[in-house]
């Protein structure tokens, strides 16, 4: 007989799973290839057309497509299969990859065809959240989902975190976007592969007929639990207060990263908290 689990133990019993463990695998690659991209991208942008606002643009084109798809992707995420509707998205990823290193190589002088891909890749982000989070409760038994979610979670936030540094630094030792659409493309490829050996855990449900009741159930049922309704207004509003220090971007090379004459060592730590993951501080030689 099986004596009780030490708390080492069940602390990291959802890695128990090899299905967790694929998806988190995959995951922290998607996670980690997007945010590198993003730093590029910005970058790739602002040097075509060295005007602030079209940085904004490049937000707008993945941020729009959430808005107008969120109950679509929701419904979607509760009547298809899930594992398969990732595999579909991590190659949607890969896709959009490759078109953005396609552009990278042949030098364009344009940004809007860097905007046709940003909104596909919109489209593509606006089904994989929610399809993500309704496939990780397939994976553990609901005893150990706690550990699924705490791991889940903590998986997310370091690749949140490692993408935009690791962007920044191959984006200036190669001197240019197409080394990290590359990583994106091999990370997200292997995202992909990686998923299609999940195995979930559980059984098929039944599928409700399409209505506008069951499009709006989820609306619905947020507005009537003011705790999940206040915890989701704080997710949206935050973000867009901390999103702020990429307005930064375009002042950042040319104005910002050599503190003046005279500047403390406080001064300096905090600008390079500002902007850490810009790969280079020197202004551009135009």
């Not at 998806?23 to 922290?28: E, I, N, P, S």
């Not at 949607?92 to 490759?98: K, Q």
């Not at 001064?267 to 280079?280: C, G, K, R, Y």
Request: charged share 15%; hydrophobic share 45%; net charge positive.
């Amino acid at each position: 007989m099986a004596g009780p689990e030490s708390p080492k133990t069940s602390a990291r019993v959802a890695f128990h799973y090899p299905g967790f463990v694929r998806f988190q695998r995959a995951r922290f690659c998607i996670v980690t290839s997007t945010e590198m991209q993003s730093v590029a991208v910005g970058w790739q942008v602002y040097e075509i057309t060295r005007r602030p606002l079209d940085l904004g643009l490049t937000g707008l084109a993945q941020f729009l497509p959430g808005i107008l798809l969120f109950l679509v992707a929701g419904h979607v995420a509760d009547r298809f299969e899930r594992r398969k509707l990732i595999v579909l998205c991590y190659s949607g990823f890969a896709l959009c990859s490759a078109l953005l290193l396609c552009l990278s190589l042949r030098g364009i002088n344009t940004v809007y065809p860097i905007y046709a891909v940003l909104a596909f890749l919109g489209v593509i982000r606006s089904l994989n959240g929610p399809v993500s989070r309704a496939l990780l409760p397939q994976l553990v038994p609901e005893e150990h989902f706690p550990s699924a979610i705490a791991w889940a979670s903590s998986v997310f936030q370091f690749a949140t975190i490692l993408g935009p540094s690791l962007g920044g630094v191959v984006y200036a030792a190669f001197r240019g976007p197409s080394a990290v659409y590359t990583l994106g493309l091999v990370a997200a490829t292997f995202a992909a592969f990686a998923t299609l050996g999940i195995k979930t855990q559980s059984k098929r449900r039944l599928r409700e007929p399409v209505t506008r009741e069951t499009i709006l159930a989820g609306l619905r049922y947020i507005w009537r639990e003011k705790v999940i309704l206040g915890s989701i207004s704080l997710d949206l509003f935050l973000p867009s207060c901390s999103a702020a220090r990429w307005l930064c971007s375009p002042y950042t090379p040319e104005k910002s990263c050599r503190p003046t004459r005279g500047a403390s060592a406080s001064s300096a730590a905090h600008l390079e908290w500002v902007q850490p993951s810009w790969p280079s501080c020197s202004p551009t030689n135009r």
